[in-house]
């Protein structure tokens, strides 16, 4: 018997869902753009969308479609752009665009890099890779001790990343980062 366990690097829809009230209290609608490969994370997202209420408005990008007119039907409908790490949606050859027609929507978008946050998303929750480490480094020491592997599990240890240039630009006051996470329950 081989025992296995993992530290997914996504982030869970809920805390994503939970720092988009947090960080923007007014928004009514989150966009979410995805590839046919991804459909299986609407109902996981129209869940914790819905249990910080927040409606979704959905774009699924078919295998042979444009992104562009699928990204500008979600952001005419939508407050608050939620990006997820989707390879065929934001990927190095679509990032900017993506990230520029937000800005044009006057839609902020949540990013889940700092990466992203650093090219024009005005938020970003992720883990480093000292985080994910660190997580790992948990779970080995819990099981050298006698403990059993870890379920497999989303990070424990998070930050978020503001864009202040984005959020002047677009008109927001944002909490301190620190305070964000703080307020996400990020351990310390």
């Known amino acids: 018997r081989r ?6 690097l996504d982030q869970p829809v809920e805390r994503q869902a939970r720092l988009i009230r947090l960080a923007l209290p007014d928004a009514q609608r989150a966009g979410v753009l995805l590839s046919e490969d991804h459909e299986g994370l609407v109902g ?3 869940a914790a969308l819905q249990a910080h209420q927040l409606g979704r408005v959905l774009g699924i ?3 042979e479609g444009r992104l562009m007119n699928t990204l500008e039907n979600v952001l ?3 407050d608050v752009l939620l990006a997820e790490t989707d390879p065929r949606v934001f990927n190095r050859n ?3 665009s993506l990230l520029l027609t937000s ?6 978008v949540l990013g889940y890099s700092q990466s992203l946050t650093r090219a024009g998303a005005l ?5 480093s890779p000292a985080q994910i480490g660190r997580q790992a480094a948990e779970s080995v020491m819990a099981v050298l001790q006698g403990g059993r592997f870890p379920q497999p599990s989303h990070p424990s240890y998070f930050s978020v990343s503001i864009n202040e240039q984005v959020a002047r630009s677009l008109g927001y006051t ?3 980062e620190a305070e964000l996470e703080k307020r996400l329950g990020a351990p310390r």
């Open 61 to 63: 990008l078919p295998s």
């Open 76 to 78: 005419s409908e939508s």
């Open 174 to 176: 944002l909490s301190p």
């Open 44 to 46: 996981e997202l129209e």
């Open 123 to 127: 938020l970003s929750l992720h883990s």
């Open 103 to 108: 800005y044009r929507y006057r839609t902020p």
């Open 3 to 8: 025992s296995v366990s993992a530290v997914y």
């Open 94 to 96: 679509t990032a900017q």
